[in-house]
Every structure is written in structure tokens, then in C-alpha cells.
């Protein structure tokens, strides 16, 4: 019996998929629909395979096929470019044009409105992002991530404000999923940070925590001795600086740190200048460190020339024709190695704050949980104290490393832009000081503060949680 090649191709593609390994999915895919290129749904899974690739374009591409053939569930392929447009290329006018694509087919579809209110909120829009929201809940009203991102809108005025009230009340639920309460105990505890109930607040992100870590027991552990072990890796793997190479010139401007020790802000006042495009958060060096087994051991100069050629044309694709761009990806630190070793001369801002601010910050914030070392101040302590080990070497093998402090910055913001400015060789704009009135999209957990001028509030805020850090204090020497 003959074996039709198609059925095999798809076979193999659908193998190759459910493996992730999205490239040779892709491969197989587009072999299977230059035979049979009637198969909506197959466009939709390459589109899919190609996004995973980093091949944005031609994800795009794919998806518009899909729905010229008929996809079924079109209000997803819509969405999905949507998001590709937002996250990968920076395009949020056409990814709003997307999300209203997918909206006109299904008016009440929950990851539309959600999606729709994100992106409003990473374009500073308030109340349009509060309107998508309300949308949501009208749909479901007690959606828990809907009714913890309009209370993220919200400015509460006390402790009884109707806001805090309503996240208690759903908390109080005791069906909660894990991951929902977790959703809603981290705005609980903003919200109630912001009206300055900080031992309610502190309780608050206790349980989000606690709730975040049940919802994965087994998946959101920190593996301390692991990390060391990762850390000693990259320390002997990158033990000299980087040779001179070619393409130097090309590479962005890096910004990298710890998580909310202000990457976004230098982001979003360089992106105040006319020759610098923000490139947000792009996971292309992450990425690229994720093909190689193993990481860093692999890390050999054929490996770099090819990555180096593949990290190009994924920033040539995100941000095509940019003069000056900015790669703001804070755990790019962990990278520095790899960077150097692509880009040599590439210019790297490192952003610090007070560690106790910073710690304070990342534990209030729901991060994902493959950063799990966020769940658990002891472990945020451990983290950073491999974070301050790993930058110790690469400052000594790269002194042109800039430091960038945020609790200098909001003091005194001029002379710190000035010499950020002076290190990456750009003149001075009056623009960068109104970096808040910018309509740059931004996806970070920051988005409402990068929308106001400078401000000090920030600057010193463990203060407020002065006992419940005493631990932490201690565990840093400070």
C-alpha cells in the first residue's frame, strides 16, 4: 500500500510540534502545504512553529492564509497576530486593528477583552484599558485576572476603599484556583501598599506567594546549589574578554539588571531621543542561549558566528531600519558573556538599585514562576547575591560596563541622563526628560510608572516594611 506523502508530512510536522522543536515543525509544515495548500488549519500551525522560530513575518504571513482559507476558530488567529504585532514587532496600532478583528467575530471572547485592556494599558491608556476590563467582567464578573487588572487601574482611597473591598470578597472564595488567588492577592496587596497599609500589604503578598508556589508545588522551586553551579559555569567558561570580531557595530544597546531596579525607566528616556528605538523587552538572546546543549560549554566560535547572524536578522525584524536600538532585557545578565563574544564592542548598561528595594519590589510583583527564586525572600536574597557574583566578573573583564543607578537617577536626573548619553556616544535632546509623555508602547510590569515624571517615592521604600525585612537586612549585611 502506497503511503500518501502528505498524511506523512503532516504526521512528521505534527510530531516535530508536539517535541518543540518549532523549526524543523516549520520545515515539515511548509513541505506539507506546497502539496496540499488547501489546509487552513495547517496554516495555523505553522504559524505557530514560525513564531516559536522567531520568524514573525512569516508567522504573519501564515496566519493570513489561514484565515483566507477559512481557519476554523479565526477569532484565535487573530488574536495571535495581535499579539505578534504587540510583543515581537512593536506595532500596537496594528495589533489593536487585530484584537478588534477577533472582537467583531466573537464580541464577548475573554482573551480578546483581556488582551485588548493589556494593550491599552502598555500605550498608556487608561481609560480605554479600564473599558476593555469592564467588558470582561460584564461577561464574567468574577473573572479573577480581569478583576485584578482593573483594580490595578484603580487609585484606592483607604483601606475600605470598594476596590480592596471587592478583591477581598473574591479572595474569600474558597473554590479559588491557586493561580487566581495568586492573581488576586498580588493586587490586594498593591492596592493596599498604595493606601499605605503596609502590614496588610505584606500579608497580602505573603498568600500571593504561598498560592503562587501551590499552583506548581514541584515546578516553582529554586534550586540554590543549582544556580551556584550555572554561575561557576559562565565564570569559567567566559573567563577572558572576548577577542575583536566583526559586526560590532550593529549590535543595540543592552539594558539589563535585576527585575525593577529600572531598566524600563532608562529604556523609555533613551527612547526620548530621535536616534533611539525602544526594543523592549526582546527574548532573542535567551532564546538563542536556549539552542545550545550545553549552555555555555557550547559557546564555540562557529556557534557564535551563526547566532550572531540569527540574533541580526530577529532584530532586523522587530525593529527593521532602527538607528539606535534598545534590547531591555533584564536577566540579559546572566548573558553578558554570550553578548560580548557576538557583539564585542557592544554597549551595555547595567541598572542597580538599593538591593532592598529591589528585592522588596520583586517579591510584590507576579512574576512567572520560572523564576521562582521570586516566591521566597531567602531565595530573592540567594539570587541576588549570585547576581552581584556574576556582575563582579563581567566588570572585571568589561570595565565599560555602565552602571546605572535609579536611586541617583530620581534624585538628580540630568547629570545621570548626561552620562548615560556620553557613554553611548548620543548628544544631548531635551526630549529624554519627557520620556512619560512618550506614546512608546511598554510591556513591563512599570507601565503606569514610566507614564509620570520622575519621581523619589520609590526610592527608599522598604522603609515602610522596615520589620517584615529585618531578615533579609541581616542575610545582605546591611
Same mark, same amino acid.
Given at each position: 500500500?502506497?503511503?500518501?506523502?502528505?498524511?506523512?508530512?503532516?504526521?512528521?510536522? @505534527?510530531?516535530?510540534?508536539?517535541?518543540?522543536?518549532?523549526?524543523?515543525?516549520?520545515?515539515?509544515?511548509?513541505?506539507?502545504?506546497?502539496?496540499?495548500?488547501?489546509?487552513?488549519?495547517?496554516?495555523?500551525?505553522?504559524?505557530?512553529?514560525?513564531?516559536? @522560530?522567531?520568524?514573525?513575518?512569516?508567522?504573519?504571513?501564515?496566519?493570513? #492564509?489561514?484565515?483566507?482559507?477559512?481557519?476554523?476558530?479565526?477569532?484565535?488567529?487573530?488574536?495571535?497576530?495581535?499579539?505578534?504585532?504587540?510583543?515581537?514587532?512593536?506595532?500596537?496600532?496594528?495589533?489593536?486593528?487585530?484584537?478588534?478583528?477577533?472582537?467583531?467575530?466573537?464580541?464577548?471572547?475573554?482573551?480578546?477583552?483581556?488582551?485588548?485592556?493589556?494593550?491599552?494599558?502598555?500605550?498608556?491608556?487608561?481609560?480605554?484599558?479600564?473599558?476593555?476590563?469592564?467588558?470582561?467582567?460584564?461577561?464574567?464578573?468574577?473573572?479573577?485576572?480581569?478583576?485584578?487588572?482593573?483594580?490595578?487601574?484603580?487609585?484606592p482611597s483607604g483601606p475600605d476603599d470598594p476596590v480592596i473591598q471587592g478583591l477581598r470578597?473574591?479572595?474569600?472564595?474558597?473554590?479559588?484556583?491557586?493561580?487566581?488567588?495568586?492573581?488576586?492577592?498580588?493586587?490586594?496587596?498593591?492596592?493596599?501598599?498604595?493606601?499605605?497599609?503596609?502590614?496588610?500589604?505584606?500579608?497580602?503578598?505573603?498568600?500571593?506567594?504561598?498560592?503562587?508556589?501551590?499552583?506548581?508545588?514541584?515546578g516553582a522551586v529554586y534550586d540554590r546549589a543549582g544556580h551556584e553551579r550555572f554561575i561557576?559555569?559562565?565564570?569559567?567558561?567566559?573567563?577572558?574578554?572576548?577577542?575583536?570580531?566583526?559586526? @560590532?557595530?550593529?549590535?543595540?544597546?543592552?539594558?539589563?539588571?535585576?527585575?525593577?531596579?529600572?531598566?524600563?525607566?532608562?529604556?523609555?528616556?533613551?527612547?526620548?531621543?530621535?536616534?533611539?528605538?525602544?526594543?523592549? #523587552?526582546?527574548?532573542?538572546?535567551?532564546?538563542?542561549?536556549?539552542?545550545?546543549?550545553?549552555?555555555?560549554?557550547?559557546?564555540?566560535?562557529?556557534?557564535?558566528?551563526?547566532?550572531?547572524?540569527?540574533?541580526?536578522?530577529?532584530?532586523?525584524?522587530?525593529?527593521?531600519?532602527?538607528?539606535?536600538?534598545?534590547?531591555?532585557?533584564?536577566?540579559?545578565?546572566?548573558?553578558?558573556?554570550?553578548?560580548?563574544?557576538?557583539?564585542?564592542?557592544?554597549?551595555?548598561?547595567?541598572?542597580?538599585?538599593?538591593?532592598?528595594?529591589?528585592?522588596? @519590589?520583586?517579591?510584590?510583583?507576579?512574576?512567572?514562576?520560572?523564576?521562582?527564586?521570586?516566591?521566597?525572600?531567602?531565595?530573592?536574597?540567594?539570587?541576588?547575591?549570585?547576581?552581584?557574583?556574576?556582575?563582579?566578573?563581567?566588570?572585571?573583564?568589561?570595565?565599560?560596563?555602565?552602571?546605572?543607578?535609579?536611586?541617583?537617577?530620581?534624585?538628580?536626573?540630568?547629570?545621570?541622563?548626561?552620562?548615560?548619553?556620553?557613554?553611548?556616544?548620543?548628544?544631548?535632546?531635551?526630549?529624554?526628560?519627557?520620556?512619560?509623555?512618550?506614546?512608546?508602547?511598554?510591556?513591563?510590569?512599570?507601565?503606569?510608572?514610566?507614564?509620570?515624571?520622575?519621581?523619589?517615592?520609590?526610592?527608599?521604600?522598604?522603609?515602610?516594611?522596615?520589620?517584615?525585612?529585618?531578615?533579609?537586612?541581616?542575610?545582605?549585611?546591611?
Amino acid at each position: 500500500m502506497s503511503i500518501d506523502p502528505a498524511e506523512a508530512l503532516m504526521a512528521i510536522a @505534527s510530531r516535530l510540534r508536539g517535541a518543540g522543536r518549532a523549526p524543523e515543525a516549520a520545515t515539515a509544515y511548509r513541505q506539507l502545504l506546497a502539496l496540499r495548500p488547501d489546509l487552513p488549519d495547517s496554516w495555523f500551525n505553522l504559524a505557530l512553529m514560525e513564531r516559536r @522560530s522567531g520568524r514573525f513575518e512569516a508567522a504573519l504571513a501564515a496566519y493570513a #492564509e489561514a484565515l483566507r482559507r477559512g481557519v476554523s476558530g479565526p477569532e484565535e488567529a487573530w488574536l495571535n497576530r495581535g499579539v505578534i504585532h504587540a510583543d515581537d514587532l512593536g506595532r500596537p496600532d496594528l495589533a489593536l486593528k487585530d484584537l478588534e478583528a477577533a472582537l467583531a467575530i466573537r464580541s464577548d471572547w475573554l482573551p480578546a477583552l483581556l488582551n485588548l485592556g493589556n494593550l491599552h494599558e502598555d500605550m498608556g491608556r487608561r481609560e480605554a484599558a479600564r473599558d476593555a476590563y469592564a467588558r470582561a467582567l460584564a461577561v464574567a464578573p468574577d473573572h479573577p485576572v480581569a478583576l485584578a487588572r482593573s483594580a490595578g487601574l484603580a487609585r484606592p482611597s483607604g483601606p475600605d476603599d470598594p476596590v480592596i473591598q471587592g478583591l477581598r470578597r473574591a479572595l474569600a472564595r474558597p473554590d479559588l484556583h491557586p493561580d487566581d488567588r495568586a492573581e488576586l492577592g498580588f493586587a490586594l496587596g498593591k492596592a493596599l501598599d498604595q493606601v499605605e497599609a503596609y502590614d496588610a500589604a505584606f500579608e497580602a503578598c505573603a498568600a500571593a506567594n504561598a498560592a503562587s508556589r501551590a499552583a506548581d508545588p514541584d515546578g516553582a522551586v529554586y534550586d540554590r546549589a543549582g544556580h551556584e553551579r550555572f554561575i561557576d559555569r559562565l565564570i569559567a567558561v567566559f573567563a577572558e574578554p572576548a577577542a575583536p570580531g566583526p559586526g @560590532s557595530g550593529e549590535a543595540p544597546v543592552f539594558i539589563c539588571g535585576m527585575f525593577r531596579s529600572g531598566s524600563t525607566l532608562a529604556e523609555q528616556i533613551l527612547a526620548g531621543h530621535s536616534r533611539v528605538t525602544a526594543g523592549g #523587552e526582546l527574548g532573542l538572546v535567551p532564546g538563542l542561549a536556549r539552542t545550545l546543549e550545553p549552555y555555555p560549554e557550547a559557546v564555540t566560535p562557529e556557534a557564535v558566528a551563526r547566532l550572531r547572524d540569527l540574533y541580526l536578522e530577529g532584530l532586523n525584524a522587530a525593529r527593521p531600519g532602527a538607528d539606535v536600538v534598545t534590547d531591555k532585557r533584564p536577566d540579559n545578565f546572566l548573558h553578558i558573556g554570550l553578548i560580548k563574544a557576538m557583539f564585542p564592542a557592544a554597549r551595555i548598561v547595567h541598572t542597580v538599585r538599593d538591593p532592598l528595594d529591589t528585592i522588596l @519590589s520583586n517579591w510584590f510583583l507576579h512574576l512567572d514562576r520560572s523564576m521562582a527564586h521570586a516566591l521566597d525572600l531567602d531565595d530573592l536574597v540567594h539570587w541576588h547575591g549570585q547576581y552581584q557574583r556574576l556582575m563582579a566578573h563581567w566588570k572585571r573583564l568589561y570595565p565599560d560596563i555602565l552602571d546605572l543607578d535609579y536611586d541617583a537617577l530620581v534624585a538628580e536626573p540630568r547629570p545621570v541622563i548626561e552620562g548615560l548619553l556620553g557613554h553611548l556616544g548620543l548628544a544631548w535632546e531635551d526630549g529624554v526628560l519627557d520620556f512619560h509623555k512618550a506614546d512608546t508602547g511598554v510591556r513591563t510590569a512599570s507601565v503606569w510608572q514610566v507614564r509620570e515624571p520622575l519621581y523619589r517615592r520609590a526610592s527608599g521604600r522598604w522603609r515602610n516594611y522596615e520589620t517584615q525585612l529585618d531578615g533579609v537586612r541581616a542575610a545582605l549585611g546591611l
